[in-house]
């Protein structure tokens, strides 16, 4: 399978603890974007990459959140002590071409007790 | 915030009909793409409709764009079981690199 994967799927963690999430995307894809949803919303957007650059990043990204794309490959977003209001789901897609479809993949679903 | 809103929230219908959903959005934009989300396969791809273009099909989807009144239809013919699932619009443009999504309609086909 040739999708954008993601790691964890799911991930349980107690108030202050830190996390951080992986998202491999299509290989060809130099485009990967990071996306935040919450129960009966659509995504928000979070961070962009263009191959290792973070061109653009959300209001929504608070100094507690930070990701990196090493190589133009992988990413990773971690959160520092997370806080109940970052339970979501937490989705990766990627893309070929700017403002054209994203592939998606599964999420991390987040939950902080 | 949502850049985007949808209409109905939530629809059932039985299997055979017609399915509709509306999309309002509030700036320009150079793109508006639909996006189907169920619980087996995550967020798909649907459609993608230019601004420049008023309708677009593909296969039992059917597109509709009026930019002058910043609002998008999406008509699914012969629905199916399968179909249910939660429908998103998303924008791009007006500024930025990033998809902006809509509420989402949750679309139930019975049979």
């Known amino acids: 399978d040739t999708g954008v994967s993601q790691d964890p799927r799911h991930k349980i963690t107690k108030r202050g603890q830190n996390v951080t999430f992986r998202c491999d995307p299509i290989?060809?894809?130099?485009?990967l974007y990071w996306y935040r949803q919450t129960l009966g919303q659509g995504p928000e957007f979070l961070t962009y990459?263009?191959?290792?650059?973070?061109?653009?990043k959300s209001r929504l990204l608070s100094d507690r959140f930070s990701a990196e794309r090493p190589k133009g490959s992988f990413s990773t977003l971690e959160i520092q002590r997370t806080e109940q209001g970052d339970s979501a789901m937490y989705l990766c897609?990627?893309?070929?071409?700017?403002?054209?479809?994203?592939?998606f993949g599964p999420g991390t679903r987040l939950t902080v007790t | 915030s949502q850049q985007g809103e949808e209409d109905p929230q939530a629809l059932s219908i039985q299997e055979g009909e017609n399915a509709t959903m509306n999309c309002s959005y509030k700036?320009?934009?150079?793109?508006l793409q639909w996006y189907r989300q169920n619980s087996g396969r995550g967020l798909v791809h649907l459609i993608l409709?230019?601004?420049?273009?008023r309708e677009k099909h593909s296969g039992r989807l059917r597109v509709t764009l009026d930019t002058s009144k910043k609002s998008s239809s999406l008509l699914i013919t012969a629905s199916r079981a399968a179909d249910t699932a939660s429908y998103f619009c998303?924008?791009?443009?007006?500024?930025?690199?990033?998809?902006?999504f809509g509420t989402g309609t949750q679309l139930k086909v019975e049979l």
């Open positions: 990459f263009q191959n290792e650059a973070q061109l653009e």
């Open positions: 998303a924008m791009w443009g007006g500024g930025g690199n990033k998809l902006t």
């Open positions: 409709i230019r601004s420049n273009e």
């Open positions: 897609a990627s893309s070929l071409v700017q403002g054209n479809e994203q592939y």
């Open positions: 290989s060809e894809h130099n485009r």
């Open positions: 700036t320009s934009i150079n793109n």
